[in-house]
């Protein structure tokens, strides 16, 4: 199944208030920059890492249920499913009320488990299941190294400003070392 991004997450896992903290600023003059340095940290420890890191609404996608038991989740931990919908060929769709889903979060990654699996009348994306991803909901809930990642990276790129060094460099090694722990390794 396909995973989509329906909204990102209402906050990020390191308030303005930390990152100004850790760049030792004063004042309002460069919060806009540094509160897109946090969006840019964020997004690029979660490509690293191969999961979302904050409460965030997703969607899978599929042509038909697939023929194990169970769908994994591989963007993310499963905080919890809202939902489902199948459709029909004429394109009008029945809903999969949240508790026809048991979700597995242990062991990685996430499986959800439909308990009702109707059949799909349309043949390209005829199932659909929407679901909540993340550590959790508060920032307190990212694992403080990977908050820790995203500070050192903030304070490097605000460091580096205008220099050849910047998000399109990639990571480096030391805040990789960080995150390794938390990597999903994909076979």
Do not use: H
């Not at 004063?26 to 946090?38: M, N, Y």
């Not at 890191?53 to 249920?65: E, K, S």
Request: glycine letters at 10%; aromatic letters at 6%; proline letters at 9%.
């Amino acid at each position: 199944m396909i995973p989509m991004l329906v909204d990102g997450p209402a906050i990020e896992p390191v308030t303005l208030a930390d990152a100004k903290t850790w760049l030792r600023l004063d004042g309002p003059a460069e919060d806009d920059l540094v509160r897109a340095l946090i969006v840019a940290a964020r997004l690029m420890v979660e490509a690293e890492i191969g999961q979302v890191l904050i409460g965030q609404n997703w969607r899978l996608i599929g042509d038909r249920w697939p023929s194990e038991n169970a769908v994994t989740v591989k963007v993310g931990r499963v905080l919890g499913v809202t939902g489902g919908r199948t459709f029909a060929a004429s394109g009008a769709s029945t809903p999969i009320p949240a508790a026809s889903f048991e979700v597995y979060r242990d062991p990685e990654p996430s499986r959800i488990v439909p308990l009702e699996r109707p059949m799909p009348g349309r043949a390209l994306s005829g199932i659909e299941i929407d679901m909540r991803l993340g550590f959790g909901e508060a920032a307190a809930d990212v694992p403080e190294t990977i908050r820790l990642a995203i500070r050192r990276l903030i304070l490097l790129w605000y460091d580096e400003r205008g220099d050849s060094a910047g998000p399109e460099a990639g990571l480096p090694p030391q805040i990789r070392a960080l995150l390794k722990p938390w990597r999903r390794v994909r076979l």
